[in-house]
């Protein structure tokens, strides 16, 4: 067999250019279906943590009233996208321009949350404060609590007299959440 005999019928190893590129276009093409899914995901995930927090926060709140023995409240300011758990009066703790409680009236700052830009949620509610009972756990006045994403989807924390808490989503909107 001659030398140009053998290279003509040699192995080729590796990828040429073209087989590259068309894998890396089809690559493209799947990642760019597999997106909208993926922020769909990262926006569920983002409403269902602050809706979660939330709802955490409100049993802590009924819970640190009765550990105190003292009135406890759950403010919120929609505006800011921030709540806070305190004792005293209503208008005696507001959220600061970072997220931190500004207290007065010997008022006590216990908690405060604030969801930045970044979360991308919004806080809506029915009554700017409730108060937990020291002596019974009960909520005035019952209200319910709205967690929004900015593609409109929506978990309802509904709290009711005797300061228990039902969470849903509008239309199960919210998977794992039930319809309100």
């Known amino acids: 067999m001659t030398r140009q005999h053998a290279h003509r019928h040699a192995r080729q190893h590796g990828l040429s250019l073209v087989e590259t590129t068309v894998t890396l276009g089809l690559a493209a ?5 597999a997106a909208p899914n993926l922020n769909t995901v990262l926006e569920l995930r983002r409403l269902d ?3 979660t927090q939330l709802a955490g926060d409100l049993q802590f709140a009924r819970g640190e009233a009765l550990a105190r023995n003292r009135p406890v409240r759950l403010s919120l300011d929609a505006a800011q996208a921030c709540y806070l758990v305190h004792t005293g009066a209503a208008a005696d703790c507001r959220c600061a321009g970072d997220g931190s409680a500004t207290c ?17 949620v919004g806080l809506q509610a029915s009554s700017g404060s409730l108060l937990f009972d020291p002596r019974h756990g009960t909520a005035t006045p019952s209200a319910t609590l709205r967690v929004v994403a900015a593609d409109g989807r929506a978990i309802h924390h509904v709290v009711n007299v005797m300061g228990r808490l039902r969470s ?13």
């Open 29 to 33: 093409v799947v990642a760019g279906l």
């Open 49 to 51: 943590g602050a809706a």
């Open 104 to 120: 007065s009236g010997g008022a006590q700052a216990i908690r405060s949350v604030a969801w930045g830009a970044g979360e991308r």
């Open 168 to 180: 849903c989503s509008p239309l199960a909107a919210v998977p794992g959440y039930r319809a309100c």
